[in-house]
């Protein structure tokens, strides 16, 4: 077998978009994140992505995001881009944009809206690559974009070059073990779970290091996980992992029927920064709407039960 030595690893998270009362991006509570992420040792940074609700933000808004996160990171861990388009040319030119404010790498979906075949998403892939100076990575969000990138797509895009790796948030479990086991002969490809509730479990199959929404509230947490799974430590690494399932009870917070999963999700998140005095509000991209102050409390509780300070 060969030795394992991939690019990316450890904890990176996507981190969230701090918007202003009147929707504008927030760049002091973006700028109090990355400090956040950083103090918790994550080991990159991956913005614009779902929980950065880059589906939402213009392209104004997406440049001014990742030139805060850049400055703010100063190159202290590698920032990752998300250049999340609907099809090849609109990715290159928004992969384009990002490595021109500093992006290290840049993340990239199957084509979406349009109905797509596998040798399309393959062209895909080698068209943005061959197009950048930048690695790619591959984001596997099938509940968003309605195509699996399964490892028979993947892998042979890895072993030529055109990806340096894959974020998985598929929730398909079986999947993600083939994957791994693929890429023991690919030593710098990087194999990264966004399923975020089952960290351990991957690492324990794996994983190379995680993406998880819920790392922006509690990123400690989430490298204490990783750094015990790295050393073999699976029992405190269960343990650390049993805490964040709990912590991730804030999702619920949101009444049923009156957001969507995308709101209650990113909501949470928000609502649980605002309450560790991280960002100023919970203010959500149009459509979605702002949790309100019975979620807040809710909220609230879950962080007080999972030991986490508040302002």
Not at 85 to 93: F, G, S, V
Not at 195 to 210: F, K, Q, W
Request: proline share 6%; hydrophobic share 45%.
């Amino acid at each position: 077998m060969t030795a394992r030595n991939p690019r990316y690893r450890g904890v990176i998270p996507p981190v969230v978009t701090p918007l202003t009362a009147g929707g504008e991006i927030d760049r002091p509570s973006l700028e109090r994140v990355v400090g956040h992420l950083l103090d918790g040792g994550v080991s990159g940074l991956f913005a614009l992505g779902s929980s950065g609700e880059a589906a939402y933000l213009t392209p104004g808004q997406q440049d001014e995001v990742i030139k805060v996160i850049t400055a703010a990171a100063a190159g202290q861990v590698p920032v990752l881009v998300g250049a999340i388009e609907t099809t090849t040319n609109r990715a290159i030119e928004r992969a384009r944009a990002a490595a021109g404010l500093g992006a290290d790498a840049v993340v990239v979906t199957a084509p979406f809206y349009t109905r797509t075949h596998d040798t399309e998403i393959d062209r895909h892939f080698r068209d943005v690559s061959a197009a950048l100076d930048l690695p790619v990575l591959a984001y596997d969000v099938p509940v968003c974009v309605h195509s699996k990138l399964d490892p028979e797509l993947l892998l042979p895009l890895a072993e030529d070059g055109v990806l340096a790796g894959v974020k998985d948030s598929s929730g398909d479990d079986g999947s993600f073990r083939r994957l791994t086991i693929g890429a023991r002969e690919l030593p710098e490809f990087s194999v990264l779970t966004g399923h975020e509730l089952v960290v351990d479990a991957m690492m324990l199959v794996g994983a190379d290091g995680s993406v998880p929404g819920l790392g922006n509230v509690d990123p400690h947490g989430y490298v204490r996980l990783h750094e015990a799974a790295v050393r073999g430590d699976w029992a405190t690494a269960r343990s650390e992992q049993d805490r964040l399932v709990a912590l991730f009870d804030i999702v619920r917070a949101a009444r049923p029927g009156m957001v969507s999963a995308t709101a209650a999700g990113l909501g949470a998140f928000k609502t649980a920064l605002m309450l560790r005095g991280l960002i100023t509000t919970n203010v959500m991209s149009p459509p979605m709407r702002r949790l309100d102050a019975a979620e807040t409390a809710t909220i609230a509780a879950c962080l007080d039960r999972a030991g986490l300070s508040r302002a």
